[in-house]
């Protein structure tokens, strides 16, 4: 061997490799752990959050007292927030994830347009929500930004009534207000179709698919979704109507 041979020619020096969690989620199977994964997350979230929500029906004092207490969560050990802080940039974090999922496997699923796609050896009973899953979670995502500034920030454009630390008084101020209670409806609409495909799919995303399991995966996803949707539905219904007052 010469000394020309013996020398590293530049275009084939080796690249450095990504980390495994990198490289794992380019492919679409990653993606797909991903999204269920995030999606469980969410799923606790949004569950739990229309569980604090119902205190509303026992009163101001007890709805604002519930607040209150997520804000001391972790005291004296932790500094007040501070845990609460935590778990909101984990949410944060699991909603971009989740969102950057599904817009890459929307997008190589449209490349592979004309192959077996994935609602096509679905089931039929999931072929309308997985259709609009796209839509169903743009209109969640500009629910939630609204939601934020409507009941966390308080910005006065959306919610002119609002005063912090009076959660109970800043909801009825906002759903008294036929418009934002029927934005509400429309957004628990989508966020309850969103739910059922999004359950009805999620055994499916990490490889558990067997037809003999199907009409418990479609009974499972009824029931979440309805449960979600009837758990925050009675709120702004129950503020329309002087259930809530």
Do not use: C
């Amino acid at each position: 061997m010469t000394a020309t041979e013996s020398k590293t020619d530049p275009a084939t020096k080796p690249t450095r490799t990504l980390p495994w969690p990198i490289r794992f989620y380019q492919s679409d199977i990653g993606k797909k752990y991903v999204m269920a994964i995030t999606g469980v997350v969410g799923l606790g979230f949004i569950f739990f959050h229309m569980l604090g929500n119902l205190h509303i029906f026992e009163g101001a004092n007890q709805l604002n007292e519930y607040a209150e207490g997520l804000r001391d969560i972790g005291e004296p050990i932790a500094p007040r927030t501070f845990l609460l802080w935590i778990a909101r940039l984990g949410l944060l974090a699991a909603l971009v994830l989740h969102v950057h999922a599904a817009f890459a496997l929307t997008a190589a699923n449209k490349r592979a347009r004309g192959t077996v796609g994935y609602e096509e050896h679905n089931y039929l009973a999931a072929n309308y929500a997985s259709r609009t899953m796209i839509w169903t979670g743009i209109i969640v995502l500009l629910f939630i930004a609204w939601h934020l500034a409507d009941l966390t920030i308080g910005v006065e454009a959306i919610n002119g009534e609002f005063r912090r630390g009076e959660v109970y008084d800043n909801v009825i101020a906002s759903l008294e207000r036929w418009p934002v209670f029927l934005l509400y409806l429309t957004a628990q609409g989508a966020l309850a179709l969103h739910i059922w495909h999004g359950a009805w799919s999620l055994f499916q995303s990490v490889g558990v698919n067997n037809p003999r399991f199907n009409h418990w995966r479609r009974n499972f996803a009824t029931m979440l979704a309805s449960i979600v949707a009837v758990g925050y539905l009675v709120v702004p219904f129950g503020v329309m109507f002087g259930v809530i007052d």
